[in-house]
Nanobody
């Protein structure tokens, strides 16, 4: 049973930074991806960033490229999302999730590829 626990959310002013942490436990199948998703009130959940656990390749939504960075510590079973230059439009509940096994490259930010989800952490960007 894979478990995911997010932390690090909070309130920040526009232009500020936050780092989200996702600690995962359990058996991780080879070639899995870890992703960060977000859902704002009244909107669909969207993929923000993902990392291939084995080869470290990363993937980003256009809306966060150049501002957000996903990274991992495989020894500590942790995935991070460093968020810089935050904007009010980044306000959302952020979730980490696991896509077990092989996921096509063009689907690594697709919600339907992910099977295990954390409980979420709220990020609010407001002046």
């Amino acid at each position: 049973q894979v478990q995911l626990v997010e932390s690090g959310g909070g309130s920040v002013q526009p232009g500020g930074s936050l780092r989200l942490t996702c600690k995962y436990s359990g058996v991780i199948i080879s070639m899995s991806c870890m992703g960060w998703f977000r859902q704002a009130p009244g909107k669909e959940r969207e993929g923000v960033a993902a990392v291939h656990i084995e080869n470290g390749r990363t993937y980003y939504a256009d809306s966060v490229k150049g501002r957000f960075t996903i990274s991992q510590d495989k020894v500590d079973n942790t995935v991070y999302l460093q968020m810089n230059s935050l904007e009010p439009e980044d306000t959302a509940m952020y979730y980490c999730a696991l896509a077990p096994g092989y996921t096509p490259i063009d689907a690594r930010l697709s919600e339907d590829q992910y099977r295990n989800w954390g409980q979420g952490t709220q990020v609010t960007v407001s002046s």
